[in-house]
């Protein structure tokens, strides 16, 4: 087998694996809700952590076989391989929005890719390094503040924390090819930092594309981190190493056209992830019940159940005296009050 198709085996191994640490992610970040970031206690946890470090070393294997050129974008077909095993093994099913969501972020992303040229490896200096490193932990913290303020959004908040994987992700990946650059056959002392940055920035990709995948789904922060993450790479490689796009002028307008595809794929994947949200809410909303209404009551069963008062005149037969037991009296004055005899006279 040649280099070259080696790189390639080893570029579409990588991928595969990348999409199945993040569909293991997603299931995680499903079954246990209250562990957003780092559910350390779940196998499935460190099912995913494997299967992403086993696909960052076939990747960086694939690099030294092949060209980055090639390589590049052929990491990008991640989010192409996770749709379909995603319902083939765990029966999550992707609407026809997200399919040409995810081929146009692919797209797009490798046609932008394959027009950056190679240059002349180069490293970073020391000020330089701790430029980018400040900059670049400022704008995933503040990604990840504004996750958080929108938290009442799953699709908005799932898009502000894979971007900021996205971004921590390709540094870590720029401060790589910086260590390989200045590789001696050795680790000193001056590497000791640049390996620390690459650790942070890796745990706070992973720990990110775990938050981001709570309440998202599995196709809009995947494909978003398969933008973001060799798209801030190129960016660094063009405006910090000396890379430039293929053919001049032509070359920059297209992978300024491939650069708009790969954003309207994204921006299809969002639109269904939203959509799918409002009708999960929907579908999640209790029926409307009327309440029950009673039969009326007879009064005679309302009567009965009025308890005596105390002092009232008992609910018994009342026994009226006859007409001729009954005394008259003889003025109105007795009624109201006694006479100046003080008796009460009567018939």
């Given at each position: ?32 809700p ?29 690099l ?19 749709l379909p ?38 490293s ?62 050795g ?16 745990t ?16 809009a ?19 910090m ?63 009965a ?35 100046r ?7």
């Amino acid at each position: 087998m040649s280099a070259l198709a080696l790189s390639v085996l080893l570029s579409l191994i990588s991928a595969v694996a990348y999409a199945g640490g993040a569909i293991v992610q997603e299931r995680v970040a499903v079954s246990s809700p209250g562990q957003q970031f780092a559910p350390m206690r779940r196998p499935g946890w460190w099912a995913a952590v494997a299967l992403n470090g086993l696909g960052g070393v076939l990747h960086v294997v694939a690099l030294a076989f092949g060209p980055l050129s090639l390589v590049q974008p052929l990491g990008a077909l991640t989010i192409v391989f996770a749709l379909p095993m995603a319902a083939l093994f765990v029966g999550r099913k992707a609407g026809s929005t997200a399919w040409r969501g995810a081929i146009m972020a692919t797209v797009g992303l490798a046609g932008l890719l394959s027009l950056v040229g190679s240059s002349e490896a180069q490293s970073l200096a020391t000020a330089e390094r701790v430029g980018v490193a400040l900059v670049t932990g400022g704008l995933v913290v503040a990604l990840m503040i504004a996750g958080r303020a929108a938290h009442r959004h799953p699709a908005v908040r799932s898009m502000l924390l894979a971007t900021g994987s996205g971004i921590a992700f390709g540094m870590s990946s720029v401060f790589t090819k910086v260590v390989a650059v200045d590789w001696n056959g050795g680790v000193s002392a001056a590497d000791l930092p640049a390996l620390a940055t690459i650790g942070v920035f890796a745990t706070a990709g992973l720990l990110l594309s775990q938050a981001a995948y709570r309440g998202a789904g599995l196709a809009a922060p995947l494909a978003t981190l398969t933008v973001v993450n060799p798209v801030v790479a190129a960016a660094v490689g063009i405006t910090m190493f000396g890379e430039t796009f293929r053919y001049g002028t032509t070359g920059t307008v297209l992978a300024l056209g491939c650069g708009v595809v790969a954003a309207g794929g994204l921006i299809l994947l969002t639109t269904e992830r939203i959509t799918r949200t409002e009708a999960e809410a929907e579908r999640a909303l209790p029926e409307p019940t009327l309440p029950a209404v009673e039969p009326a009551v007879p009064t005679e069963e309302l009567l009965a159940g009025v308890p005596e008062q105390a002092g009232s005149m008992p609910r018994e037969e009342i026994l009226v005296p006859d007409r001729g037991e009954i005394l008259v009296p003889d003025r109105i004055e007795g009624i109201l009050g006694p006479g100046r005899g003080g008796r009460v006279r009567g018939r």
